[in-house]
């Protein structure tokens, strides 16, 4: 079963830049498509980018020309870097992976904290 471990985030300025990673175990992670999600404080957790296993990608309209999601599969890993920051980008990320034939093998990373305050 897939596991996501990731890593980054914090606290920065509104106009800053922030990575993310997330790192697979226990799989191939080429057949894997990925995705990165947001959760605001008291608000539900909606899509924020994805990738495909072949490397297409989608965004958010709200993320659109600020953040860049990415993948090296050989390092079984998926970025998402967020430029020109926003206090509305406040939120838990969440990293997401699912098979993408077997769409039952699926897992969520842990979660890390962006806050965008100054």
């Known amino acids: 079963q897939v596991q996501l471990v990731q890593s980054g985030g914090g606290l920065v300025q509104p106009g800053g830049s922030l990575g993310l990673s997330c790192v697979a175990s226990r799989v191939t992670f080429s057949l894997y498509d990925g995705a990165w999600y947001r959760q605001p404080p008291g608000k539900q957790r909606t899509l924020v980018a994805r990738?495909?296993?072949?490397?297409?990608?989608e965004y958010a309209d709200s993320v659109k020309g600020r953040f860049t999601i990415s993948r090296d599969n050989g390092n079984n890993t998926m970025y998402l870097q967020l430029n020109s920051l926003k206090p509305e980008d406040t939120a838990i990320y969440y990293c997401?992976?699912?098979?993408?034939?077997?769409?039952?093998?699926?897992?969520w990373g842990q979660g890390t904290q962006v806050t965008v305050s100054s």
């Open positions: 997401f992976a699912e098979h993408k034939q077997f769409t039952q093998l699926r897992a």
């Open positions: 990738v495909t296993s072949d490397g297409r990608t």
